[in-house]
């Protein structure tokens, strides 16, 4: 029931920025939380960042505490994540998620969530 779709990945140099964007459509006034997870080549999908539905509490993983934010604009069921300081170790795609039905699951968890995008790619070059 929700469409989800990531933008504003590419290519930078270490030690730069990026800011990539996640729009959720077709639940019309819809409360929902949102994350986004990571992956890489030969690697788990890795959580990033999660954010409650009216942006009221955030959540991090471990890589991205103190370099990346995440925000939303809840209007246009819009998240934001900025990413600064860009290390060649967070090259991956990006995964935008809903969360609907999750409950009390932690936004941490790949479980707690409902609805993905296809992704967008973000490559950082040494």
């Known amino acids: 029931q929700v469409h989800v779709a990531e933008s504003g990945g590419g290519l930078v140099q270490a030690g730069g920025s990026l800011r990539l964007s996640c729009e959720a459509s077709?639940?019309?006034?819809?409360?929902?939380?949102m994350g986004w997870f990571r992956q890489a080549p030969g690697k788990e999908r890795e959580f990033v960042a999660g954010?409650?539905?009216?942006?009221?509490?955030?959540y991090y993983g471990d890589s991205a505490k103190g370099r990346f934010t995440i925000s939303r604009e809840n209007a246009e069921n819009t998240v934001y994540l900025q990413m600064h300081s860009l290390k060649p170790e967070d090259s991956a795609v990006y995964y935008c998620?809903?969360?609907?039905?999750?409950?009390?699951?932690?936004?941490?968890?790949?479980?707690?969530?409902?609805?993905w995008g296809p992704g967008t790619p973000v490559t950082v070059s040494s």
């Open positions: 998620a809903v969360r609907v039905y999750s409950g009390h699951l932690d936004y941490a968890a790949e479980r707690g969530y409902d609805y």
């Open positions: 954010i409650t539905w009216n942006g009221d509490n955030t």
């Open positions: 077709g639940r019309p006034g819809g409360r929902f939380g």
